[in-house]
């Protein structure tokens, strides 16, 4: 992952500056509710208006609540061994950045095995996922690359202006949730995690980073032998 840089290292984000300036959108300093550190869950989500975010939604039963509770006592050991190494004034051998990213990556590989009833195996289900992410596109956002995998979406996404990020998410899911919860004869239950992932992306090569791992997920989780074979992706090719 690139360092983190300042704002005007990140040239995908000065460009939306100027879209929003011209738009006559408001300045992202006088935008509090877009901007900043918001807590949704048990996650802190940094807000940032004018940026392009990488998204993660999962469905209800992917990530088992154990499960979760360990990698996060995992991921609490590694921070309270890093914070009292730095109290000691003793090198870090773990910085937060990458504790968290690491956090990130046990999640993924662990959904990539297949956990749950994967209810985005079904190809009309699926089908429901991508058509939802396409109808707003130009309107409410801009979306970037894109995967639909058997228990959990992945997108790159930039909310245009006047539009807020976690909106998007939820109309994403409360459409597709309804929806697919028909076709699928449920009840009650929910059909997707409330919890979403979401990481503003600070630089381009950054986001390069990130859309390669989307669109070569399906691959990796041994689902098919190259990105543009798998049909719920934004790499894929008719």
Known sequence: MQPRGSDSQNSGLERARHQLRASGAKDIAANPLRCGIHMRGYLPHVKREGASYFV?????DSLPKQVLLEFEREKAERLRRSSNFAKRGESINDSEEEIARDFR?????????????CHLRRADIADLVVDTLRHFHGSRYLR??????????????????????SDILKSWKQFTARRAKKLLGMGEEPFWQPESYDHWIR???????????????????GLCARPEDWRWSSAWRL
Not at 149 to 154: A, Q
Not at 203 to 216: F, G, L, Q, V
């Open 56 to 60: 993660t939604f999962r469905l209800a």
């Open 105 to 117: 990556r046990t999640i993924e590989r662990y959904l990539d095995r297949g956990a749950g009833a």
């Open 144 to 165: 970037h690359d894109w995967v639909v995998m058997p228990n959990h979406c992945h997108a790159i996404v930039w909310p245009m202006p006047n539009q807020v990020l």
């Open 203 to 221: 630089n381009d090569n950054e986001k390069a980073r990130i859309s390669r791992y989307i669109i070569d997920n399906p691959v990796t989780a």
